[in-house]
């Protein structure tokens, strides 16, 4: 995007008044989508944006700017705007830099940039016919494909250069069900960093098809009980308490300023023995995966908690200055209109050895919540309230009667210490986060996990 002269011109702007660090953030990225509304072709398009970010870090202070306007006096413009922030004599200058080789983690194979839109669409219309023919009670569809691929290339005052390229694509089938006045929806979303070839392994068939079923199941559902009460949570998305709950606690964006419930607790048992957790930036091809972070470090994979212990954070570069640590690859944005911060990648609950079957069949009486969806979560104080998207009542170890609105509410330092069942079936799911860096791919996983109690929201009156 730019050459390593102009790169070198307007990171030695930059540091003219000081700073210790600059660093460029070079993105030429390309979005694209098609979306079948019952079957119909709604929209076929894409969008394309390029743009540079400007980072200078002086101790524990950062500016950061951008632009899209890739012009030498641009640039040096925005430079210039940001160097006003120091007062002080230079003390680094560029000369130089060294390229350095990007190992490719997730290689791409067929991408879906060169793939003719009749194979595209092919897929999208089986997924709709799945869903229309599974029952009369379906009475809509949308079925949507989106892709996104991204050149990324940073420069920084350290003297190093790095290139690297990303492609994601993500298949969406939703189905809407209705009966009387009852309404539901339910859905799948598979997601890769792939190309085509992911789709072509997928079963479209049985993603469609279960869609289809969660979405007519939902309308018998029943309010659920509320109370504390034992609360097994399902594989894959099940994961996305974690995330919420404590995982953005594990992030030195918070740590760093001890806006974190688990801030100088390294070391400390903070869960239950039997569970151990980890961020996993280098898995091929999973949603949340990349080579090297948006600092230019080579992701990792970071065991976060051991046994229960504590044992590491997810730190970028300049929240380490505080902590006094190096970043751990884990530094991430959305786009180059976004300065980086440490963010999870795909994080996960590793699995245990308990088969699911006899974590139901241990459990006397409690909500079997399958699947869970939004939330909001506190990570000062790691309080949460979430979303069950699919619950069910068990009953004498035996998965009972589905129910409908109830909600998870606690504290995440209390869940991990209130797991006492890790099932052996881990699974994964992708979706977005979103934090002060903008929405990031992500995946959420987890084996099925027993929480002993938690306090569980619903309109369907005490627990019997």
């Known amino acids: 995007m730019i050459n390593k002269s102009l790169a070198k011109l307007v990171l030695n702007e930059g540091l003219k008044t000081g700073a210790d660090f600059a660093e460029l953030y070079c993105e030429d990225t390309t979005a694209h989508r098609i979306v079948l509304d019952n079957g119909i072709v709604e929209a076929i398009g894409g969008t394309s944006s390029i743009g540079i970010g400007l980072r200078l870090l002086k101790g524990n202070r950062s500016v950061y700017g951008y632009t899209n306007e890739i012009k030498k006096k641009n640039l040096l413009e925005l430079a210039n705007k940001l160097n006003a922030a120091f007062h002080d004599a230079p003390i680094k200058n560029v000369t130089d830099f060294k390229t350095i080789k990007v190992h490719d983690n997730s290689p791409i194979i067929d991408s879906y940039f060169t793939t003719p839109i009749d194979e595209k669409l092919n897929i999208l219309k089986l997924g709709h016919e799945t869903m229309k023919n599974y029952s009369p009670l379906i009475v809509r569809t949308t079925a949507l494909m989106a892709a996104n691929k991204q050149s990324v290339e940073i420069y920084n005052s350290n003297g190093l250069h790095y290139k690297d390229y990303r492609e994601y694509l993500r298949i969406f089938f939703e189905p809407f069900a209705s009966s009387g006045d009852k309404h539901e929806t339910s859905f799948v979303g598979p997601a890769q960093k792939d190309g085509m070839n992911f789709l072509r392994k997928l079963d479209i068939k049985a993603l469609a098809t279960k869609a289809a079923h969660d979405a007519v199941e939902a309308l018998d559902a029943k309010e659920c009980p509320s109370g504390k009460m034992p609360v097994i949570i399902g594989n894959g998305f099940g994961g996305v308490l974690f995330h919420e709950a404590c995982g ?112 139901i069949k241990n459990t006397k009486l409690g909500l079997y919540a399958k699947s869970l969806g939004g939330g909001s979560v506190n990570p000062v104080t790691g309080e949460f309230e979430f979303a069950v998207t699919a619950g069910y009542i068990v009953r004498n170890g035996v998965v009972m009667e589905r129910v409908r609105g109830a909600t998870l509410i606690g504290k995440g330092e209390e869940v991990l210490k209130n797991i006492d069942m890790v099932g052996n079936d881990l699974d994964t799911a992708p979706g977005f986060c979103g934090a002060s860096s903008g929405y990031v791919p992500n995946e959420v996983g987890q084996p099925t996990i027993r929480v002993k109690e938690i306090l569980v929201g619903g309109n369907g009156g005490k627990l019997v």
């Not at 023995?273 to 999973?286: L, M, N, S």
């Open 248 to 359: 953005h606690a594990l992030e030195a964006t918070a740590v760093a300023r001890n806006l974190s419930v688990f801030a100088n607790k390294k070391g400390q048992e903070i869960a239950a023995k039997i569970v151990t957790a980890y961020d996993d930036g280098t898995a091929p091809h999973a949603w949340g995966s990349n080579n090297i972070d948006d600092e230019g470090n080579p992701t990792n994979k970071t065991c976060l908690i051991k046994d229960g212990v504590l044992v590491n954070y997810l730190i970028d570069d300049f929240n380490g200055r505080r902590m006094n640590e190096n970043g751990n690859g884990a530094c991430r944005r959305e786009s180059y209109k976004y300065e980086p911060t440490s963010r999870m990648s795909n994080t996960y609950i590793a699995n245990g050895t308990t088969p699911v079957e006899e974590i």
